[in-house]
């Protein structure tokens, strides 16, 4: 029952994938800049964030309490809470407008997604192909794929900080943001996270994360191509140089 569960979601995220771009390609998710009202009641930001990203911080720890210890899935768990731990207890406090309104709709989808992406993600780390040989650290699909996860933590994380120090220094409005990777795209923070999961389906070498990855470019691809006109028809004096979201092409 377990594993036709598992390969349902599977099917799910990949199909959902599909479904998500095409959608956000005419219609712009409500929050941040985009903000808007008509979509339902709301609660504080950092409460959803909080929320909306707890499930992919508490699952993959339920998995590893509940199986036998092996190193390589304490390094696949702590290269996956390297992200969501950060996501779910330390961004949501860093925030600089925290009571702004969050839409309760799309809090309760990202808890959803979650949900269902980290038990996909574990279940096939620790039921379907439980990697115990320590020699596949040593593995070129792993060496790659860390390699792939930490520059993209990097980048994310730097950007996101760059977009903090804007956002602290002005809640009022927006600003040109410049350092970093923003010097060739405007959604450096959003490359950043398709690098990570990238790398993470490399180094799991797996189905479930390359599902990730591809939901991945799917949600986050047309909200950066949405991002970029926003600065180009609110900026004239905006780097033209720039692309949305890929160095020198798009």
């Given at each position: 029952m377990a594993g036709t569960l598992y390969y349902t979601l599977l099917s799910i995220e990949f199909i959902l994938a599909l479904f998500i771009f095409v959608l956000l390609l005419f219609i712009t998710a409500p929050y941040g800049r985009f903000g808007r009202k008509g979509w339902g009641p709301s609660i504080s930001s950092r409460l959803?964030?909080?929320?909306?990203e707890m499930p992919s911080f508490l699952l993959p720890v339920l998995f590893f309490a509940i199986h036998p210890f092996t190193v390589p899935s304490f390094i696949f768990l702590l290269i996956w809470l390297s992200h969501y731990f950060h996501r779910s207890l330390i961004y949501p406090f860093r925030i600089s407008d925290p009571e702004k309104p969050f839409f309760l709709i799309?809090?309760?989808w990202g808890f959803i997604f979650n949900l269902m992406n980290s038990y996909i993600?574990?279940?096939f780390l620790f039921i379907i192909r439980p990697i115990s040989d320590i020699s596949w650290?040593?593995?070129?699909?792993?060496?790659l794929g860390i390699s792939f996860f930490l520059a993209g933590y990097i980048i994310n994380k730097t950007s996101d900080s760059i977009l903090r120090?804007?956002?602290?220094r002005d809640r009022t409005s927006y600003s040109?943001?410049?350092?970093?990777?923003?010097?060739?795209?405007?959604?450096?923070?959003?490359?950043?996270?398709?690098?990570?999961?990238g790398g993470w389906a490399l180094l799991t070498w797996s189905l479930a994360g390359t599902a990730f990855?591809?939901?991945?470019?799917?949600?986050?691809?047309?909200?950066?191509m949405?991002?970029?006109?926003?600065?180009?028809d609110n900026f004239p004096e905006y780097p033209k140089e720039r692309k949305a979201v890929l160095p020198f092409l798009c």
């Open positions: 959803a964030w909080i929320l909306m799309i809090m309760v993600n574990f279940y650290l040593l593995s070129w699909q792993f060496l120090k804007l956002r602290d040109i943001p410049f350092g970093g990777m923003f010097r060739w795209v405007s959604s450096p923070n959003y490359l950043g996270e398709i690098l990570e999961w990855f591809v939901f991945t470019i799917a949600n986050l691809a047309p909200r950066a949405k991002i970029h006109k926003w600065y180009l």
